[in-house]
Each structure stands twice: as structure tokens, then as C-alpha cells.
């Protein structure tokens, strides 16, 4: 839970002052992406607890990231121009909503070590549309960490879960995250160009409001 709640933490404060060109660029559209845990330890029963799709829906500069679990629905918002955005979770009958100003998210960001992108030549196509290599380098608690991301030219890169990765200047349709030894493998399995509600980036009624303030001092006893 603690991993998931890290990789939407990761999806939040990618809401960063990155400015992209938008000629050319797909500015509304629907991204269902694949979630798997490559060489995963756990047994049957926890890995049936892991959410196994991720939906990304993106207009303009707004971005809703959901992930759906058997205990509840994860959403994350994020308004890129503004570099803010909050989390909805659902979860067990609870439902709450976490927003998160300018200044938290420079704070997270801050606080993380600071990646190395190493682009490459190699190319691939993921959901129909052509994608670059790269491989990213960070600090983790285990020491110097790497995996491969392929990101695609096409959409918006600061609607991307790292438009924080300087030198890497596209949305990522391919990628993992690895927290303690343990990774999670997200791949895009569509890409449909739509028109999205505005209704998709606003806080719904019957969510209990809280800042990210609030909720890192009620998480200090977590470990």
C-alpha cells in the first residue's frame, strides 16, 4: 500500500512549471495503461491486492490519474500550469481529498534525489505511436537504482508521471518504479483521443477535505 501511495505521490508532484510546445501535441485524450510487478516475491494473495490498471485522462495542462483497487479507487489531479493539484481516496467508505499547493510540491521534488537520463537511439511503438529509450538513474535506499522508460514526442511531456526528469521531453509510455528491491512495470495499452469533461478535475461532493500538510503529520507514525 505504502509503495502505491509513493508511486502516486510520484504522479502529484509531477506537477511541475515545465513548459512544453504544444504544435502538434495531443492536447485531449485517454491513456489506459497495463500495471505489473516484474520478479515480485509476494504470494498470490497480496499481489491479487495490487491494482493491475491505471487510466490517465489529460486536457491541456490538467491531468487525472485513477487506479482502481480491490479496497478503493486512487485519484490523483494535477493542474500543471499552476503546479498544484490534490489526491481522492476512496477507500474502505472513507473518501477524502488531499490538496496539494505550489509550495508542497516543490517541497517533494526538493526532497528527492535527482535523477541521470541517458536518452539512446533506439525506438519502439507502444499503443500506435513511436517512442524514444531512455534510461534513468536515481538514488535509492538501496543504493544507485536503473530501468529503461519509453516515452513518446506525441502528448504533452509535463502530463507525464516524470515530467520532473530533465532531459527527458515526452509523455512516458513505458516505465517502472523500484522501492526497495520491488518494482512496478506500467505499459500503455491505448491511447484514444476524446473530449474530457472538465467535471474530471474538481473535488466531487462527500470527499473530506485535508492538506498535504495535515496528511504527512498523521503518516509520521508509518513506517
Request: aromatic share 8%; net charge neutral; proline share 3%.
Given at each position: ?10 504522479s ?8 512544453a510546445q ?21 504470494d ?6 495490487l ?10 495542462q490538467?491531468s ?13 489531479i ?7 493539484g ?37 525506438t ?10 531512455a534510461t ?8 544507485k ?16 508521471f ?30 484514444e ?31
Amino acid at each position: 500500500m505504502k509503495k502505491l501511495f509513493s508511486f502516486l505521490l510520484l504522479s502529484l508532484a509531477a506537477s511541475t512549471t515545465l513548459l512544453a510546445q504544444w504544435e502538434n501535441k495531443i492536447m485531449q485524450c485517454k491513456v489506459v495503461f497495463d500495471i505489473s510487478y516484474p520478479n515480485s516475491k509476494m504470494d498470490k494473495q497480496s499481489l491479487a491486492m495490487l491494482p493491475t490498471e491505471s487510466v490517465v485522462y489529460m486536457k491541456g495542462q490538467m491531468s487525472r490519474t485513477e487506479v482502481n483497487m480491490p479496497v478503493g479507487t486512487n485519484v490523483v489531479i494535477s493542474d500543471h500550469k499552476l503546479g498544484e493539484g490534490f489526491m481522492l481516496l476512496d477507500m474502505m467508505g472513507k473518501r477524502m481529498a488531499i490538496t496539494m499547493n505550489q509550495a508542497d510540491v516543490q517541497a517533494e521534488r526538493s526532497s528527492q534525489p535527482k535523477p541521470v537520463v541517458k536518452n539512446s537511439s533506439d525506438t519502439k511503438t507502444i499503443a500506435g505511436h513511436t517512442c524514444k529509450k531512455a534510461t534513468v538513474t536515481q538514488e535509492g535506499k538501496d543504493g544507485k537504482v536503473s530501468f529503461d522508460v519509453w516515452y513518446t514526442e506525441d502528448l504533452l511531456p509535463n502530463n507525464s508521471f516524470a515530467s520532473t526528469l530533465e532531459g527527458l521531453d515526452g509523455f512516458m509510455l513505458e516505465f517502472e518504479t523500484i522501492e526497495n528491491g520491488a518494482s512496478m512495470k506500467m505499459t500503455a495499452r491505448s491511447i484514444e483521443l476524446m473530449n474530457i469533461e472538465d467535471s474530471k478535475f474538481i473535488i466531487p461532493e462527500g470527499y473530506e477535505r485535508t492538506t498535504w500538510k495535515e496528511m504527512k503529520q498523521g503518516m509520521q507514525g508509518i513506517k
